[in-house]
């Protein structure tokens, strides 16, 4: 059982907060990708209807099996919590190769596409403030072997400036590299401090993310940085906003 916590607590609303902002921003981000591909507002309409009930139905879903303790069952095979982070990375990979992620990577501003990033800063003094109340173990903090807090605050910094001009592509690679790589290091860090593991031994064991609203950290969160990464690969690999005067509605550019 986890210290007693309350979403009267700020940091504790975080994890609501933060998920249903990610969701708003997205369903946003949908219709204005779609409007920008030349598709008519009844196709963007359904499109961006799509996103946001697939998105309230994964939250609701995730939120509701949290709640009867099914991620708890660690002797379950295969393990809840397993089946989804699997189901979180084919999420992502959907999402990022189907239309949504193809039209967001060429209509939607590189520099919007790091910022949203931004949203790892205050997620990890949340994460932190969960640690010094006893509720997550230390190695998830910054405190211990999570440094993704650097991604929150270098996406706001990266963003500026490429949005003023003064970074270009080669930066945001860059930047999109090493993020990447500090997201996989703390869900590594994650998957081996659970009882499955207890890599860092029974005293330190991640359970938290189990219970609502917590398991919206990897349900929504994760997946939403690790999406995010994904879309700025193919937002780096395409041509931005091509010219579709002309074009068909519904058609980006020819070949796509």
Do not use: C, K
């Amino acid at each position: 059982m986890l210290p007693a916590y309350s979403l009267s607590d700020p940091s504790v609303l975080a994890f609501v907060v933060i998920p249903l902002a990610l969701a708003a921003a997205s369903t946003a981000a949908v219709w204005y990708a779609w409007r920008r591909s030349g598709e008519t507002g009844l196709a963007a309409a359904r499109a961006t209807a799509l996103m946001a009930l697939g998105g309230a139905a994964w939250m609701a879903v995730t939120w509701a099996v949290a709640a009867r303790g099914t991620f708890r069952e660690w002797n379950r095979l295969p393990p809840s919590l397993a089946v989804l982070v699997v189901l979180i990375v084919i999420i992502s990979a959907r999402l990022t190769m189907g239309g949504a992620g193809r039209r967001l990577a060429v209509f939607i501003p590189l520099w919007v596409l790091v910022a949203v990033q931004g949203f790892r800063l205050p997620l990890e003094l949340a994460m932190h403030r969960m640690f010094e109340r006893g509720i997550m173990p230390e190695q998830m903090s910054y405190s211990g072997r999570n440094f993704d807090i650097v991604t929150g605050a270098s996406a706001l910094i990266v963003a500026a400036l490429v949005a003023t001009g003064r970074g270009g592509r080669g930066l945001v690679a860059a930047w999109n590299v090493i993020g990447l790589a500090l997201l996989l290091n703390i869900v590594v860090v994650a998957i081996v401090s659970t009882p499955l593991f207890a890599l860092f031994g029974p005293d330190r064991l991640n359970v938290w993310i189990t219970y609502p609203p917590f398991i919206w950290l990897p349900a929504v969160m994760v997946l939403a940085a690790l999406t995010g990464h994904l879309i700025i690969f193919r937002a780096l690999g395409r041509p931005r906003e091509p010219d579709n005067r002309g074009a068909r509605p519904g058609i980006i550019s020819p070949g796509n």
